[in-house]
T-cell receptor, first 114, second 111 residues
């Protein structure tokens, strides 16, 4: 089954404790992206990647890191989480660049930073 | 700053009526437009995309694009309670390989 797998689904942590949210897709998509969703603000892009070893900042990259060492994986790293990073996070992938492209989303990760 | 604007709603429509959702975008460089539906607590799912001026129909859904007015809309005919969700409009800016989302319109279909 074609899918984007995100883990964990829920995460509660404390300020300053490094964490990683994993994202993996099995569709051989070149494009992967991370979004955060906050009430009234919609989906805001954090980072995106066009292919292996190619990443770029989205609209709200501060406080986040990503890596794309393999085509299928695109982890999101919070080196020193802060309470303002409490949010719902989505990973997505697509065949961007090949016509009108459909984003496939993971199930989301609800992060709470205390 | 590239922006996609939507009325947050809620938009309340009686069952069986036509629901009309609207979206405007700020940058003429955008090339493709998408409508995603998101149920509460779930991830967004694509329901329509459009990149040419005019109408595109798929079942009960019609997407409309007017590039001169920088306006995109989604019509849902014969609205059902299962259509109650938040609808996200998105624009693809190919020059930057970015997809920008609006904040979403919450739609409620009342029986």
């Amino acid at each position: 089954e074609a899918q984007v797998t995100q883990n964990p689904r829920y995460l509660i942590t404390v300020t300053g404790k490094k964490l990683t949210v994993t994202c993996s897709q099995n569709m051989n998509h070149e494009y992967m992206s991370w979004y955060r969703q906050d009430p009234g603000l919609g989906l805001r892009q954090i980072y995106y990647s066009m292919n292996v070893e190619v990443t770029d900042k989205g609209d709200v990259p501060e406080g986040y890191k990503v890596s794309r060492k393999e085509k299928r994986n695109f982890p999101l790293i919070l080196e020193s989480p802060s309470p303002n990073q409490t949010s719902l996070y989505f990973c997505a992938s697509s065949l961007l660049g090949q016509g009108a492209s459909k984003l496939f989303f993971g199930s989301g990760t609800q992060l709470s930073v205390l | 700053q590239k922006e996609v604007e939507q009325n947050s709603g809620p938009l309340s429509v009686p069952e069986g009526a036509i629901a009309s959702l609207n979206c405007t975008y700020s940058d003429r460089g955008s090339q493709s437009f998408f409508w995603y539906r998101q149920y509460s607590g779930k991830s967004p799912e694509l329901i329509m995309f459009i990149y040419s001026n005019g109408d595109k129909e798929d079942g009960r859904f019609t997407a409309q694009l007017n590039k001169a007015s920088q306006y995109v809309s989604l019509l849902i005919r014969d609205s059902q309670p299962s259509d109650s969700a938040t609808y996200l409009c998105a624009a693809l800016y190919s020059s930057a390989s970015k997809i920008i989302f609006g904040s979403g319109t919450r739609l409620s279909i009342r029986p």
